[in-house]
């Protein structure tokens, strides 16, 4: 069982990262996944990868700066997964796709694609469609000061199950403090469902995401935490990550304290 947090711990944690935060930066620099990817998407796992109740920011699209490319294995519950993604941005717009397929009982795999726009400098919009199996999801996307130190985001999705009465309202809000060295985010997402059990499908969740770029490598650590209720399958959990990037390449890889983890290597053209 994960150790429990209380809440002072929880905005101590906070503090302490954005204290320790210190120059504005290319976007396009953060390759390594941190907190939930609403204020502060990167532009590796866009399309595939969220710790949240929503993907992360489609407007992220347009932090690519040209073609990306990469492939993803990651093993959930001691199963292997695999998935891919790949994107281009130009100017003032940017789209990506991306597959991923899970290994566990029952699921499907899901195709996604995220489009970005830049509306100006610093605010940038986006929109999200992707189908599992029968069942597609529509999503939002807006990031405030995309360009900035100071940066706001925020999310909405909406999935449409064929069954009547069954959709699920997916959102995020988040903020993040981005440099040429560092991120730090804080983002909060809820569901709401129409069918189920409401202390799983009323839930919210909050991340505090730090990561820290020397040279070559990227080093992060994300808390996340759900707030109003234990049932969800994750309550708490702890991410840390690392990568190691080249012009054209980086490789990622991450893992938590449940012992699941992902890697990534990926392409820039």
């Given at each position: 069982m994960s150790p429990r947090l209380s809440g002072h711990r929880f905005a101590l944690f906070a503090a302490v990262l954005i204290a320790a935060s210190a120059h504005a930066v290319a976007p396009e620099e953060q390759r390594l996944s941190?907190?939930?990817?609403?204020?502060?998407?990167?532009?590796?796992?866009?399309?595939?990868?969220s710790l949240g109740d929503t993907a992360q920011n489609?407007?992220?699209?347009?932090?690519?700066?040209?073609?990306?490319?990469?492939?993803?294995?990651?093993?959930?519950t001691g199963k292997n997964d695999f998935g891919f993604e790949a994107g281009y941005s130009g100017k003032t717009v940017g789209a990506k796709i991306g597959n991923y397929a899970p290994a566990c009982d029952g699921c499907?795999?899901?195709?996604?694609?995220?489009?970005?726009?830049?509306?100006?400098?610093?605010?940038?919009?986006?929109?999200?469609?992707?189908?599992?199996?029968?069942?597609?999801?529509?999503?939002a996307g807006l990031l405030i000061n995309a360009a900035s130190k100071h940066r706001g985001g925020v999310t909405i999705s909406?999935?449409?199950?064929?069954?009547?009465?069954?959709?699920?309202?997916?959102?995020?809000?988040g903020y993040a403090y981005v440099t040429k060295e560092t991120t730090f985010s804080l983002e909060l997402t809820g569901r709401k469902a129409d069918a189920g059990d409401d202390a799983y499908n009323k839930i919210m969740q909050a991340a505090v995401g730090f990561q820290k770029r020397v040279d070559v490598l990227q080093l992060g650590v994300t808390y996340q935490r759900a707030l109003n209720s234990?049932?969800?399958?994750?309550?708490?959990?702890?991410?840390v990550a690392g990568g190691f990037n080249g012009e054209s390449w980086h490789i990622g890889i991450s893992g938590n304290m449940n012992r699941d983890f992902m890697a990534t290597l990926a392409g820039f053209f």
């Open positions: 941190v907190g939930m990817g609403i204020a502060a998407p990167d532009v590796v796992n866009l399309v595939n990868i489609p407007a992220g699209a347009m932090y690519q700066d040209g073609f990306v490319g990469n492939l993803q294995a990651a093993r959930y499907k795999s899901t195709l996604g694609a995220d489009v970005g726009f830049e509306i100006s400098k610093d605010f940038f919009i986006g929109a999200r469609y992707a189908k599992t199996d029968e069942t597609p999801s529509y999503g909406m999935t449409r199950p064929s069954t009547p009465k069954s959709d699920t309202l997916n959102y995020g809000v234990t049932a969800d399958p994750v309550p708490e959990n702890i991410w």
